[in-house]
């Protein structure tokens, strides 16, 4: 079947796909800037990822592999091929969806739906632990008591121990989270708007956490978010349409997006009109930083309270939950030095497997 | 000319939550042919009811909206020199946010 057939208007530009040929073209690749087919993107964009996965040896046969499933595009995406590719290429894993449940009213449910019928759609089970169930607050419950203001610490926090948590009840091996190289190369530029040089050479990593409970890893880190956006829509005609036209869910965190991080997206989508190659670009140079510096790492440890590795007395979220529940929501969160110190040190704890997860509310990825 | 528009990935927040609208569009009355700059503009009048600076910037899309038009990426019709046809589809998707 010819790409456009049965559409009832005709494709503009009748220039052919540079792999096969034969087909006419679908899209621009950012990557290579390549025009190809649908079909032969299908091809490359599934064979790029399996090379990932196999080149950076990601998993091991009969592993049990969580995905990191918040019903966004690139969760979906990746619980999509990621399901396939176990098939086509015999990987041996075990695959199970784990969400988060942080209690926004609207919000959270609707997404919830979505990595529901995903549930049923890829036929993955799905684990979903919530905020209520393991902190006692949902964040609607946190929002109400300290207002907007500083309640992203609360869902950076949370939400890394959460899935931590989930991933334990699940007894997997390893974390997958839906990270594009979009993401990455703009956590790449935060780093460094940051001064943040030691976290810089570390959030290029492919996976992190070899130290911690759980290992975590990305396989869309070499993809573009262009290609994962589009991934879903470019099936429309084709009689197995159904099946690719992926449901996801998207809308804006209702809570308050990070501003900062917002300008550094903006400016990495301005880049790669221009150039799309930066992000690539922008990427190779956070792994090429070697950087020696002289921070000492703290010492590994267990929170006193609820045993999460911390390298202070508590982990953060009890510091954070301490706070809420004597009704001190900013214990944790001020401004005082010694409390900026005891932050600093924090966030260290985790030896740098925390930098990607900064991308939080905006858009309430993992 | 009767056109399909789509807006996706929470674009839709844009204008009023409607995902598909179906709309008659005729090009500038100084031209004869209904082009995708046009369209944007048009979009911008008609369709936008809130925060436009989600899909415009300049005059053109913002960086992160990606445009399909019947499928097919505008980056490979002329963007927005794309001459646009009766029946068409023009499918708008932000990438900036949904995880
Ligand atoms: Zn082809
Ligand atoms: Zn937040
Ligand atoms: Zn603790």
């Known amino acids: 079947m010819m790409a456009g057939e049965g559409s009832a208007a005709k494709p503009r530009g009748g220039r052919l796909c540079t792999i096969c040929n034969g087909r006419r073209a679908a899209l621009k690749r950012p990557k290579t800037l390549e025009q190809i087919c649908r079909e032969c993107f299908y091809e490359v964009f599934e064979d790029e990822i399996h090379r990932v996965i196999v080149d950076n040896h990601l998993f091991k046969r009969g592993e049990r592999v969580a995905i990191g499933a918040s019903g966004g595009k690139d969760s979906t995406v990746l619980a999509y091929v990621l399901s396939e590719l176990n ?41 979903v632990v919530s905020y209520k169930e393991l902190y006692g607050w949902t964040m609607d419950e946190i929002v109400k008591l300290i207002g907007l203001k500083n309640n992203c610490t609360f869902c950076g926090v949370f939400r890394r121990q959460a899935l931590d948590r989930g991933a334990t009840l699940l007894k997997v091996d390893k974390l997958v989270t839906g990270h594009n190289a979009d993401d990455i190369a703009e956590t790449v530029l935060l780093n460094i708007l940051r001064g943040d040089i030691a976290r810089l050479s570390r959030c290029t990593s492919i996976t992190t956490g070899e130290d911690g409970p759980i290992p ?151 | 000319m009767q056109l399909t528009l789509e807006f996706g990935g929470g674009l839709e927040l844009l204008c009023n939550s409607v995902k598909i609208h179906t709309v008659d569009v005729e090009p500038k009355a100084e031209e004869k042919k209904l082009t995708m700059k046009h369209l944007l503009s048009w979009v911008h009048t008609n369709l936008i009811k809130e925060r436009p600076e989600m899909f415009l910037k300049g005059d053109t899309v913002r960086p992160g ?20 046809e009766d029946k068409d589809v023009v499918v708008f998707i932000s990438t900036l946010h949904g995880g």
């Not at chain 1, 784990?98 to 799905?126: A, C, F, H, M, W």
């Not at chain 1, 994962?228 to 005609?237: D, S």
């Not at chain 1, 990427?283 to 267990?302: A, C, L, V, Y």
């Not at chain 2, 909206?65 to 646009?84: K, R």
């Open chain 2, 65 to 84: 909206v990606l445009v399909l038009i019947n499928d097919c990426d505008w980056e490979l019709s002329g963007q927005l020199d794309t001459v646009l």
């Open chain 1, 87 to 127: 098939n086509r290429h015999d990987y041996g894993l075990d695959l199970f969806l784990l969400s988060v449940d942080e209690g926004i009213t609207g919000y959270r449910d609707d997404s919830l739906e979505t990595v529901k019928r995903n549930e049923i759609q890829y036929g993955l089970p799905l684990k």
């Open chain 1, 216 to 366: 975590r890893c990305k396989p869309f880190k070499y993809t573009y978010e262009k290609e994962i956006v589009i991934y879903p829509y470019l099936n429309m005609l084709f009689t197995y349409a159904y099946f690719k036209k992926l449901d996801y869910f998207s809308t804006e965190c209702i809570y308050s997006p990070n501003a900062y991080r917002g300008f550094a997206r903006e400016f990495i989508k301005d880049l790669e009109r221009i150039r799309p190659r930066a992000i690539l670009d922008i990427i190779q140079s956070g792994e090429d930083f070697r950087i020696s510096t002289f921070t000492k790492m703290p010492e590994q440890g267990n929170c006193e309270r609820c045993g999460y590795i911390s390298s202070q007395k508590w982990c953060k979220a009890c510091v954070l939950l301490e706070g809420l529940n004597r009704g001190l929501p900013k214990m944790g969160i001020g401004r005082t030095r010694v409390l900026d110190n005891e932050r600093d040190k924090d966030t260290r704890q985790t030896n740098g497997t925390k930098s990607i997860e900064s991308k939080q509310c905006g858009t309430l990825d993992f």
